[in-house]
């Protein structure tokens, strides 16, 4: 492959700019484009170029990770080094997360054909699908994170003529060999999430819990691609700094970039995402695990996304701690009594008790309906069991509050 020194970059308001690495990464808007087409909230329209010695943020937000990356480097390691401007060629289509398409004369993907969820939800025995899955849409790998996910367009299943009209789009995740039960972790998590009332996609679990579905939320009912940006992005830090900052800064910088009417909910829900995520016993809410959603920059829209990648990594790290810290420290069990301190202070919250308290009654029923799905995650119930007795005692006396305060 030849090595990427250029490519142009579009947002579905048309054409934003050109991208050039020219020893340092240099983005120049076009001279027609418009503050609707600008690729970040925190890079808007101007004629001065966007510099840096790496890569900017916006851009490296969907290159590939861990498992990806290295299926990448199987496939084309050996006639083609894998430096970021390659990556952000394969991974920065229109399959990417967001809203920022990235093009490049030498490289046009094929187009993909969808499958239907029904097929992604089977059991497949002995079979591998998420090896076919790979083989088929490696190359649509937009979406960073450690662990095997790839994105997938939805095939309806409703016909028009004599083809099946491709829909929405899904993001596929299975676990890897160090983490027994990942898919059925994520479901757990992900479904006391959506009990309490926290903004969740659609989410699913395979017949045989080998696979975690999430339909995208960047995505319009019609397919139309919406902005989102992480934590990461709109604080303008390479990814690699993911682990630094506090949850007390997210909240700054939710406070800073959502609109108005959408900042309290915003704050609620980043309050609500972190004490599920040390009740839980999650190690990995770091900034890219929060980000937000918006129409184009040049509108006032932008609110929290929905809430995504909630796992208990404690069931295999046993000595796991929080991924930022929470007053100046990251110990799980410290965090336990600074999160109602969080919740006035960071998140303005007026009853982080009873938020917690409805968390509580979350993981109740969940723990209850899926028993038998906890007990096929090696350590799980051994986690969730005393963190719940532990928050239980947190919340004596304060009544779960309504999903709408």
């Known amino acids: 492959m030849v090595k990427r020194t250029s490519m142009t970059v579009s947002t579905p308001q048309g054409l934003s700019g050109q991208l050039d690495y020219v020893g340092y990464y240099a983005f120049n808007y076009a001279p027609s484009a418009l503050p609707p087409s600008a690729v970040s909230l925190g890079m808007p329209v101007r004629m001065e170029p966007y510099e840096d010695n790496e ?6 937000m969907n290159l590939p990770e861990g498992h990806m990356l290295e299926m990448l480097q199987r496939r084309f390691g050996k006639t083609s080094t894998l430096d970021p401007m390659l990556l952000l060629a394969m991974a920065g289509g229109e399959a990417g997360i967001g809203r920022v398409f990235v093009t490049s004369p030498e490289f046009t993907p094929g187009a993909a054909m969808g499958i239907e969820l029904s097929q992604l ?12 899955l790979t083989d088929a849409y490696l190359m649509r790998s937009g979406v960073s994170g450690m ?13 028009f003529g004599k083809a099946l009209l491709p829909t929405r789009e899904l993001i596929v995740k299975t676990e890897g060999a160090h983490f027994p039960g990942l898919a059925i972790n994520e479901y757990l998590c992900m479904s006391i999430a959506k009990e309490a009332g926290i903004p969740v996609p659609d989410f699913f679990l395979s017949a045989d819990n080998k696979r975690f579905v999430m339909r995208r939320f960047d995505r319009t009912q019609a397919g139309a691609p919406i902005g989102f940006e992480d934590i990461a992005v709109l604080a303008g830090l390479n990814a690699s700094w993911k682990y630094s900052l506090s949850y007390e800064q997210v909240a700054q910088i939710l406070n800073a970039y959502c ?3 959408h900042r309290r909910a915003a704050l609620a829900q980043l309050f609500d995402q972190v004490a599920l995520s ?3 016993g999650n190690g990995d809410a770091h900034l890219k695990n929060f980000g937000v959603t918006y129409e184009n920059p040049a509108q006032d829209t932008v609110k929290m996304s929905p809430a995504y990648d909630i796992v208990c990594t404690t069931c295999y790290l046993p000595s796991d701690v929080l991924a930022l810290t929470l007053n100046h420290q990251k110990g799980l069990l410290a965090a336990r009594v600074d999160l109602e301190d969080f919740g006035k202070n960071s998140c303005k919250v007026v009853d982080p008790l009873a938020r917690i308290a409805r968390l509580v009654e979350a993981m109740h029923v969940v723990m209850y309906t899926e028993s038998d799905r906890i007990d096929q995650v090696p350590g799980l119930r051994q986690c969730f069991e005393p963190s719940l007795a532990r928050f239980e005692k947190l919340v004596t006396g304060h009544p779960p509050c309504l999903l709408d305060s």
Request: glycine share 8%.
């Open 259 to 261: 609109s108005v009417e």
């Open 147 to 159: 662990q095997p996910k790839l994105l997938v367009p939805e095939q309806s299943g409703a016909v």
């Open 55 to 60: 890569l900017m943020s916006i851009f490296q």
């Open 278 to 280: 040390v009740l839980v």
């Open 121 to 132: 939800l089977a059991d497949q025995g002995t079979g591998d699908l998420f090896q076919e």
